[in-house]
């Protein structure tokens, strides 16, 4: 057992609780991670609003571990909720996704603002400081711009980061009530340029319910440029269940006469043979083959491992 998490908002006790999306490692053997909730002990609802941190081995055995949390959420503004994988840089910065938080207006069922999640980054801290200082790359605003982002984010050889959110967009998906919710979108964000502060956001795809729905993983991209990644919803209505269930699609850059990127759906998955629902980032080969996991359906019910072949 490398780290116990600890959070107690009566003790005072600051540190994360109920981790996810998995971790990464750099250079030197440490790991960094973030979990949904925890963190600071001021939250009025008891629970915080999530941290990231980092485990350092202290032997070279690895079998001492020092925690740092790296950053606590301070507020729902702030954002919250940070549940997927995060990413490094060359330089050691962190990036990442709240699914929840930020300025934006988005509620919950009951009318709660909670905000439509928000992209971050953490930069280490300068010689002679120890504080990693964070900075918000984006908010989601809801609607077209999209809501509730989720999956590892993409970094670029230019810096530019891509993700997906899993609602939002033009598209007509509705939720359990038959509200319109929006399918998910895929986005950009291209780094300020030579005089400016802020990151620019721009949709580079939007999904529509036939050609994906409700992505739940990241993307991976190859050397041409293009996109992959699996949507854990959509695909032919035909399939016997409104949105089908779920696809694994690419996302061609524009040549220098376009200006959209150019989808096209890869395979559309059946409950009772191939699974459904695929979720989490894919994997790639050396020979261009794509691999990933299905959470549901298949012949057994419980999900699938599945390859495809362009």
């Known amino acids: 057992m490398l780290h116990n998490f600890n959070y107690n908002f009566a003790y005072k006790i600051d540190d994360g609780a109920h981790p996810s999306g998995g971790l990464i490692m750099d ?7 973030a979990t949904n909730l925890g963190g600071i002990t001021t939250d009025p609802g008891g629970i915080g609003f999530g941290t990231v941190f ?10 001492s571990w020092q925690e740092t949390v790296l950053y606590r959420f301070t507020s729902a503004r702030d954002g919250q909720n940070p549940m997927s994988a995060l990413t490094l840089d060359t330089s050691g910065a962190i990036y990442g996704i709240t699914m929840y938080g930020g300025a934006g207006t988005c509620t919950d069922w009951t ?17 002679g400081h120890t504080a990693w200082s964070k900075t918000t790359l984006h908010d989601f605003a809801g ?3 999209g809501t509730v982002p989720e999956g590892k984010l993409l970094l670029d050889a230019a810096g530019a980061v891509y993700g997906m959110t899993h609602q ?13 919710i929006g399918c998910g ?3 950009k964000l291209t780094p300020p340029t030579y005089g400016q502060t802020g990151w620019t956001q721009s949709v580079i795809h939007t ?16 050397a041409s440029g293009s996109l992959f990644a699996a949507a854990s919803g959509g695909g032919p209505v035909s399939y016997g269940m409104v949105g089908g269930y779920g696809l694994v699609f690419k996302l061609a850059p524009p040549s220098s ?32 083959l794509l691999f990933g996991v299905t959470n549901g359906g298949g012949p057994k019910l419980g999900g699938t491992v599945f390859e495809i072949t362009q």
């Not at 009318?111 to 801290?125: A, D, H, M, Q």
């Not at 939002?168 to 319109?180: H, K, N, P, R, V």
């Not at 999904?207 to 190859?222: E, K």
Request: hydrophobic share 30%; glycine share 16%; net charge negative.
């Open 27 to 33: 250079r030197t053997g440490a790991l960094y991670g």
């Open 54 to 63: 980092k485990l350092s081995p202290l032997d070279a055995t690895r079998t």
């Open 111 to 127: 009318g709660k603002l909670i905000g439509c999640g928000s992209v971050f980054r953490l930069t280490p801290p300068a010689l």
């Open 143 to 145: 609607g077209s711009d």
């Open 168 to 180: 939002g967009g033009t598209g007509l998906c509705t939720d359990m009530a038959a509200q319109i």
């Open 185 to 187: 979108t895929i986005y």
């Open 207 to 222: 999904f529509n319910g036939p050609d994906g729905a409700y992505p739940q993983g990241g993307l991976i991209m190859d």
């Open 257 to 288: 006469t376009q200006h959209y990127w150019t989808e096209t759906v890869l395979y559309n998955f059946d409950v009772g043979t191939t699974g459904t629902r695929p979720i989490g980032e894919l994997v790639h080969d050396s020979a261009g």
